[in-house]
């Protein structure tokens, strides 16, 4: 059933035209003259004071440019947009995808076996416990070489299929958790229509020891599916023999049907639900390639993690609850001090591609134009998020972080042990991470510079102005659980953020627009005689080209 969005006008007072907005505007233009300096000045006990910790991690965010009074302003913008009872909601299992007419309950999928979670009035907990257990006995058997490929040789190599939602997830946990992975077993990414993608990931690889997990949810996604038919292609040619595809193909996905038209037995189908957006997948069955290289019991362990930062989220007081404030502040550096982007910058290598899965979960949710009801937006929304491991990113566009002429605000995470045993090197790369957190928020001024005795030509190009925020995460260690933390604290960010600019956080009707071109354009280039082309002017000639080109290389 279409959702009734017109009756449903202006649920909400404009955003900017809320008295706590227009305190924060008028609160802003003074504290924008108060460099981070003097705060840390006024009080001594700053950077103790501002921080909070929960589930075992750590934020400080005294570095940000906030004082006692912009928290408390904060606090009272969420209040007045209802904060407090839209997390309930979502916990409860309300609507809350409203364009899509979906329940948003990726909190269900790491609840514990005794909570009720209804959906149309069923409990989800006990299918969901179901899942873990059959992705769990699956995954022992592959582990263990219980399960053998067609010839009879055991699985070495695991390949996961899927893009977006089904990709980035995969891969970034499976890169974070690398440390805790049966080394005996090779785990492969493809996610790119692009060919290369798919050639290269299985080039070194044989086909019978060779597991494909195609992971999509709808089953009906153009690159994923070209991949998997590539996959079965490249299986087939070596094995020979349609009964192969039986044991070296899994699918994880919603529609049962689509995996049986390709071929997949649904009993070798791990199921999730729709109240499962892509983008907050990883802990679902679209985990399956990450249980089956860390094991069922770091994979229990991740979900511990993600559960007990939703009890935080859920039960704490606004003001002291790590996902409300690193929401909130992002919106009062977003929308009241002007950043435009947040840069994610995690100090361990095993989160290389921690900011590639974050772009997704901010930029997808929260880059919206119009609010729940529709109407447009007189506000910034979501950041655009990006960022790189330290201390790599300190020898490249950290310049511009420091000396340029944007306020980047930056997100540091850092581990206290590190997982090798080069504490040495671990110290360094710590010192790094609290350096340029230092650095960035208190720089060095003309004086400093002219005592060093620098040439006076050279000063103003010495001089770091400071004043630039940034939050530290810290953890103990890099953990499954301390991961399970850190995407949860995001996701629930996310949630606060949207909350706040009154947005669905949970659809994305902007991929389909390209998704619809795409398959056009897609005929035309397959077309054997020359197609009618009614593109704009540049379209038409690019298309044009490329046809003609090709024709003349074949
Ligand atoms: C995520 C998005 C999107 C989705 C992919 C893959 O929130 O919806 O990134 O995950 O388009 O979709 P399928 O899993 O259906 O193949």
Redesign the pocket.
């Known amino acids: 059933m279409a959702p009734n969005l017109a009756a449903n006008p202006q649920r909400h007072p404009s955003l900017t035209a809320r008295p706590e907005w227009r305190a924060l505007n008028a609160h802003c233009v003074e504290l924008a003259k108060v460099h981070l300096r003097d705060l840390f000045a006024k009080d001594p006990a700053r950077g103790q004071r501002l921080a909070v910790e929960a589930a075992g991690l750590y934020l400080d965010y005294s570095k940000q440019r906030v004082d006692a009074e912009t928290l408390r302003l904060l606090v009272a913008l969420a209040e007045a947009c209802n904060l407090q009872a839209r997390i309930e909601g979502m916990f409860r299992g309300d609507i809350i995808n409203v364009t899509e007419q979906r329940a948003v309950l990726h909190v269900a999928l790491r609840a514990p076996a005794t909570e009720r979670i209804l959906v149309d009035g069923e409990d989800v907990v006990p299918a969901v416990r179901s899942v873990l257990d059959r992705m769990a006995a699956f995954s022992e058997r592959v582990r263990s070489g219980a399960w053998t490929g067609h010839t009879g040789k055991r699985i070495r190599n695991i390949v996961n299929i899927?893009?977006?939602?089904?990709d980035l997830g995969p891969v970034m946990a499976y890169q974070a958790l690398r440390h805790y992975s049966q080394r005996e077993l090779t785990l492969r990414f493809v996610s790119n229509v692009d060919g290369t993608d798919f050639v290269e990931a299985v080039a070194d690889l044989e086909a019978d020891e060779t597991l494909f997990v195609v992971?999509?949810?709808?089953?009906?996604?153009l690159e994923?599916l070209t991949n998997a038919h590539a996959a079965r292609s490249w299986c087939l040619r070596a094995l020979g023999n349609d009964q192969a595809v039986a044991k070296h193909f899994v699918a994880v996905s919603t529609n049962a049907r689509a995996v049986a038209q390709f071929g997949i037995d649904p009993s070798n189908m791990f199921g999730f639900w729709d109240w499962v957006?892509?983008?907050?997948?990883m802990d679902s069955a679209i985990g399956l390639s990450t249980m089956l290289a860390i094991g069922p019991g770091h994979f229990r362990e991740l979900l511990d993690g993600f559960h007990a930062m939703d009890v935080h989220f859920r039960s704490a007081p606004l003001a002291a609850n790590l996902p409300v404030l690193l929401g909130l502040i992002g919106i009062w550096n977003s929308n009241f001090l002007g950043a435009e982007t947040v840069a994610v910058l995690p100090y361990d290598q095993y989160l290389q591609r921690f900011p590639a899965y974050l772009q997704?979960l901010t930029m997808?949710s929260n880059g919206k134009h119009v609010t729940i009801d529709g109407n447009p937006i007189d506000y910034a929304t979501s950041p655009v998020y990006w960022g790189e491991p330290g201390t790599n990113g300190q020898h490249s566009f950290y310049q511009l972080i420091h000396q340029g002429t944007r306020l980047i605000p930056c997100d540091f995470i850092g581990f206290v042990e590190p997982l090798n045993p080069l504490q040495e090197q671990h110290d360094l790369l710590m010192a790094n991470l609290f350096a340029q957190s230092e650095a960035l928020a208190f720089g060095k001024t003309t004086e400093e510079v002219m005592a060093d005795g620098i040439a006076d030509s050279l000063v103003p190009h010495r001089v770091f102005e400071g004043n630039r925020p940034s939050h530290t995460l810290l953890a103990e260690r890099l953990t499954p659980y301390a991961l399970g933390t850190l995407v949860a604290l995001y996701e629930h960010s996310v949630f606060v953020q949207g909350t706040i600019w009154n947005i669905d956080s949970f659809d994305?009707w902007g991929?389909e627009l390209g998704k619809a071109l795409a398959k056009r354009t897609a005929q035309e280039l397959a077309s054997v005689s020359e197609p009618e082309l009614d593109h704009d002017s540049s379209t038409n000639a690019l298309i044009r080209r490329y046809r003609a080109l090709r024709e003349a290389g074949r």
């Open positions: 899927g893009i977006g939602g089904s992971c999509s949810k709808t089953f009906t996604t994923t957006g892509g983008r907050y997948s997704q997808e994305q991929v």
